[in-house]
Every structure is written in C-alpha cells, then in structure tokens.
RNA sequence: GGGCGCAUAGCUCAGUUGGUAGAGCAUCUGCCUUACAAGCAGGCGGUCAUAGGUUCGAGUCCUAUUGCGCCCACCA
C-alpha cells in the first residue's frame, strides 16, 4: 500500500539503486529490436554541473525514455569531455599552478587525476537526477579508446588529403600560448583609441593622415591602401609612403576593400593586425614582418619596443609618436575585439607551422550534409548554415599545450619527413615512442616528435566513432551508426555539430546522425546568462533536486518549446510539484479500489468508463504525434491535460460506484475498477519519460506484480485503440458541462460540494437527454441529487430545487 | 551589415494542419467533499507589440514597422 504522503527524496533514490543493480537501462547488443542510438553530449569537465546543462540534458534523457517504452532498443552512453583547453585551465585554476612550471607528465597526472574525481560528482547527479543512461557504456575523450579513435581518424584523414601540416597565418592566443580555431573565438566589446598618425609621401612631401587602434603594428607596415574612387586620394596612388618613427617606405596601393569616409579614407596595412590586412598581404604579394612573438611581446628586430608587451609598447609608442609630433589626435572608441572563449584575452594573428582540416573547400559538402539532417526544431538549421557558410579558416587543429590527444607523427631529424603512426600500433604517445621503421625518404633513423597536443573539438568531434568503437573494428559501429539522435545546446552547433559532420563525411561520406534535437538555454535574467559569479547557490541543480525532487526538476527542464531560452524562476517549479502530489494522490485512490480487482475479467463497460479510456486513447495519440516531433514539452501537456480531467470529473463520477457496490451494483462497481485499472496503467505509463521515479513507486506497488515487468521503464505505452469512440467523446462533454453547472451553483450560493439536491432539472435537446438518461446513475451521485429530470429545450441549462435540510 | 528567434492575464510561460483565448504563481469568494487543505469549487484579470493584407473566420498565414535577445561579419 502506498503510504499517506509521498517521500520524494527517499524514494527516487530507492529506485535508482534498484534501476543499476538490476540493470535496467542497459543496451542489448543482440536484440531484435529496432535501435535508436543517441549521440549524447559529454560534458566539458572544466567546472561544475549547472541547471544549464540539467535543463539540456533532461530533454534528451525525457526522450530516449519515450524511445525505450515505444518498443525500440535505446543505445544511450554517457561521456566525459576531460582533454585539451578547458581541462587544462581548470587544474590550473584549482591548484593555482601554471602548466608550463612542472614537468608535462606531472601536470598531465594531476588533470587525469582531478578529471576523474569530477567525473564521479558528475556522473553521481546525473544519476541522481535519474538519467537512464547506460552507465556500462560511458566514456571519456582522454581514455585510450577516445585516443585511438581520435588519432585513427587523424591518421584517416591524413592519408585522404584532408589534414595538412603547413606554416600558415592562425589565430594566436597569448595568454594560453597556442593557436586556436576559429570556432573558439568570441567577440567581446573593449575600449580603444583611434590614434591619427602623420605619415609623408616621399615623392611629394605631402602630409597624410592615417588613422590606428594599434599603433604598435606601424614597425610591421607593409603598404598603405586608398580606394579606387576617392578622388581625395587617388594622385597618391604608385608613390612611396613613408612610417613615422621607423622610416620604412611603403607603397601606396588602391583596394575597394578600403571604406570611403572612415577615418582620413587611408589605411595602413601591417602583418597582421586585423584579418583584411591578410588578404591584403596575399593578394599584393607584401613582405612578412613577423611582429608579435608566441607570447604576446615585440619581437627583436623591432628597436626600441623589442621584447615590450604589446599593450606596453603600443603605450610607449603612442607617447614617442606624440613627443615627435607624429600624433594628431587621438578618439576614445569602443570596439569589437576577437577574443579567445577560454580566457578572454585579445588574438593575435600569427604565422607558424600547425595541423590543420581542409574545411573551407568542402563548404558545399557540408551544407549538404545539413539538409540530409532533420532539425528539431527545424530553424536551428539556420544557425548551422550560417555558420558553413561563413567559414573563413581551415580548421586549426594543433594545440601548442600539454593535456589533450597526442598528434601520433614524429619528423625525421635529417630530411623533415613527417612519419605517421601504423594504425595497428594506436593509442600512440610520440614523446615516449619512436616510428617503428626507418625514415622513408632518407633512411633517417631520428626522430623528433610532434609535441603539439589535438584540439579538444578534434576528439569530441568522433563521439558517434567512440561510442560505436570504430577504432576497435567493433560489430557495434554497423548497428548504431549513423546515430539516430543528437542532441545538444544551440551555442555547440558551430562547433560539436559542424565538426562532428565534417569527420563523418570525410570518413564516411555520410552523415552522422539522422536527428538533431537542439535545446535553450537556462538564463539568470533577460538576456543574461548564467555564469559562475552569477550562480545563485539556491539554484544549484542539487539544491532544486533536494528541495523539489528529481521528477519536478525534469518536469521544469522539459516543459517549454524545444530550442527556445528560458528564464529560470523558482515558480516554475511549484507547477511540477503540484502535478506530482496530485498523481501520488489520485493513484492512492484508485489503487484502494483496486486490491480486490480481478484483472482478468472483461466486464461490459458502462458509458462514463467508457468515455474515460476513449479520450485516453486519444491523448496517446496525441502525445505521440508530438514525441514524434520531438516535441517532450507539448507532448506532457497534453497528458497532463488529460490527467486533471480524469482526476477532476471522471474520479467524482466513478467514487460513488467503487464505493457502494450495495447500492449501484458489482458489475458497475466491476466496470469502474476496469476503467480505472486501465486509465491509471496507461497514465503512468506516459508520465514515465517525465517522472521515471513516482510512476516507479507507484507501478512496483501495485501494477508489477499483475502486469508482469520488472519496471515500468521497460514496459511499452498502453495501446487503448479498441476504447476510439469520438462520438462518445462529444456525448460526455455535455454530463462534465451539467456538473460543472452544479458546482458552479453551489459554490456561487456558498454551499458545500456534497449539498444535497432534492431534483436536478437537465435542460437540454432531445439528442442529449438519450445519451444523459443512460448515465443518470453517475449525474447523481456526481452532483448529490436525488432525482434527475429531463426537459427538453432548445438551450442547454439547469434548475436545482434543494433538498430540505434535515436535522 | 547578414541570419535567426521572441513580443499572449500583474509575473513566468503554453497555445503546430487558421474555427468561441489557456496553465501555474499572485489576487478575491466559498467549501472539512470516505484520494488530495501542500486540497477542492468558483470569481477577477487579455483591443494576443503596432499597422495593413489574405480568409466566411487570424494569437495562429503574408507584408511592413517598433522593441528585446541570440548567432555571424566588421574591428584601418
């Protein structure tokens, strides 16, 4: 028996030790059943679990449920993200030691160490919040798995010309001393100033202005540009500038790619302060003045300034330009500056030798690959396409750091040659290993090896080969691959999405996934997101859990539009936890009319119950139709829309006849149980993707042991086909209308629900009164009236004369 | 500058083939009703951002405008 109050806390956590010990989520290899495989994202080991990453991860969690119970054999693994960057800056924040000041295997110890650690915290809530993942098949991008994978598809892709190694322009982080991509980069408003310099025209000896934010570049200017039709401009075009302080002649050339009006209409071009100084730099064929070194000072050849940072040195320069005269004025701006996602800091553009993925040619390939996907909700498609086709850069995949997939290439000591790893030999690390043959091209017999580390994107980008075990030749990758579902936050499409496609094409030519399900994000405030500084410690996932229960968190997560951002109020939560109350309640109820019911009997029902399983039936459709379209939030809804009908109006009717068999008959008493036995199985049943944990208790107390599974998660929806009847449906709505009219009566005259009616005059057309007439039982007990009677009339009403109060 | 989303009750949000505006919270009135007072019944509260258009009918479709947000580009 179900006790008088539900114990959420003890409860969820009973069957959560239950749902592991007895394996119930687990994936069954050599099923019959169709797969559904989720592509499940690993969560960036670098902090701590937000509601963020709750709200995300339950929508898909809700959903591999709703698989399971639809009869499919759900592959749903869990991982970790615990390589690279993010890793790496986390240790170092913990322990408030830099990378670079112990020796590499050490620092690489602490972050396993310190990864694995956090894992545990993670993987516990996520447990907690009762996730049926498969706990078997988790993985982590650091593990020799993810490696081998993670370098076989290097080592793939390199053999089909899609990886090169080059000396090319990256983008440059200072501050982390590695190139990034251009993935990793955020756009962040910082002050400036727009410094006026005073240029000469050796030809001439005209003065001509050039406006700057970055002053410092001036030693690395290679040209200066005017448009083509600024007449103010173009009798400079073919003479010789000269760069105050340096002395260094340039050309002036003419550029469409100059904007007209801004500034003085001309533009110094330096290796390389912004991205148009690039195409410059290539288009015109200009000298390389390599200015800024790795970590973010003036390089050597620049007198005065060498070795400054380059803050520093665009200070000092600015005061030596303005000492000489050189300095005309100087605007305070604020401008967008191209930043680096981990740390903040400015880039900077660098030439240098890095690994890099052919993406750029391939664009087509890949918008492609968008419209073989199906999107849910199918404008985040947008974002994706977007993002193609503004790919500017090859993607960069080498990191100049320390904990992250080795690259498995050394470099012959005496010719150069890059030698790659035989695949047989993967998971390899090039620091302690050597080629195991002789330099091809040379004979060489020393190496050195790659010391860069991978891109942390570079391995999460194979998560659907990890998992299927591709680099294991496992029988797995045939069967779950192309993964049915991925699901993710929309800030991860340009980068988890787009690089996970770009691998399964070149690998593959074909997609990786047949489903995208996108979600919102988890917002402080309009428009302000939910940050570490922000985070309010009463809104921890684990604080919400332990004050509302698992199962209203989830309801919380999942009950708005798929994609869209929501504003975390704790209101919100008081819905879900209402829901749950009144499903423990109304269970409680029917299952007390239940212990003696025989469930093997077929009795003939009478109309209301009837009714009750019809409109069921049609809430299942309902709620399928949109679970099909990945709608979790409409899909609950409409179950929970129904469920307050059933406890609202079809409870109040059938109570009397579960009650008082000696007065309204077995077999009404028999038809009721029936229907209830049936409404309540069926509804369980769909809160169960939702509510994995009540419907659990409440399934185990009674259901269980007469239906025959060990949980209801393994069970499937309830198919109530047989009850469709839409005409009933109109018909009933007419008796819920004159109940609802009595209510109304009685509380408007401020009587008690249970005052007694002496007669219930029912005004109505003739075509109603037949089909009220079959159920005048229930209307009578429904409302307390003693007589019933029919009037016909062209409008619907009631008349009530109460009964006299007897003492 | 390009792309996308949002605008509905005091608050937070639903409303998906166009058909009489919904929920929770808040507020007011009443009710101990053999599941539930952490409850139940009922009330108050909305020119569905604005302006046009399509339609017998528009919160829903189209166009324009305004405000807010996100992504991308720009960063001399």
Redesign the pocket.
Known sequence: MLPK?YNALETEKKWQEYWQKENIYGFDENSNKKIYSIDTPPPTVSGKIHIGHIFSYSQAEVYARYKRMSGFNVFYPFGFDDNGLPTERFVEKKYGKKAESMPREEFNKLCLETTHEYEEMFKKLFISMGFSADWNHTYSSISDKAQKTSQKSFIDLYKKGKVYYSESLALWCTECKTAVA?AE???KELP?R?NHLRFKVKETGEEIV?????PEFLAACVAV?VHPDDEKNTHLVGKTAVVPLFDIEVPIIADDK??LG??SGI??CCTF????DIEWWKKYKLPLKKLVSDDGRVADWVEGYKGMKVEDARKKIIEDLDAKGYLIKAEDLV????VHERCGHPMELIVKRQWFIDIVKDRQKFLDAGDKINWYPA?MK??YV??VQ?V?WDWCISRQRYYGVPFPVWYCKDCGEIIVADEDNLPVNPLSTKPEHACPKCGGKEFLPETDVMDTWATSSVTPEINSGWALNDSLFNKITPMTMRPNA??II?TWDFYTIVKSIYHFNNVPWENVMISGHVLAG??EKISKSKSNSNLEPDELRDRYSADVVRYWAV????G????L?E??F??GA?LI??LF??S??VL?HLQDFDNSKEPELLPMDKWILAKLNKTTEEFKDYME?Y?I??GI?CVEKFFWDF??NY??IV??RL??PEVHGDAARLSGQKASYLALLSILKLFAPYFPHITEEIYQDYFAEKEGAKSIHITEFTDLSKYSDDTLLDRAEFIKDIV?QV??Y???N?????TEIETLTIKTTIKEIEFAKSVIGDIKTTCSARNVEFVESAENGIDIKLAEITE
Not at 273 to 276: E, I, L, P, R
Not at 335 to 338: E, L, M, Q, T
Not at 559 to 562: C, D, I
Not at 564 to 567: G, T
């Open positions: 109050k251009q980069i955020e756009t400036s727009f050039i406006a700057t934010t970055r540009f100059v904007e801004k500034g533009v110094m302060g912004d991205v148009t401008h967008n500056v191209a404008f947008e974002r977007n993002w503004n500017g929309h800030d340009r309009k428009g009950n708005g539009r798929l869209n951002d929501i504003i109020a209101d919100e008081k819905n209402k109350t009144k309640n109304a409680k109820f007390m379209k709608e939030g409409l809804n406890c609202d409870i109040e109570k009397d009650y008082k609802a209510r109304k009685k509380s408007e401020n009587l008690s629900l249970k």
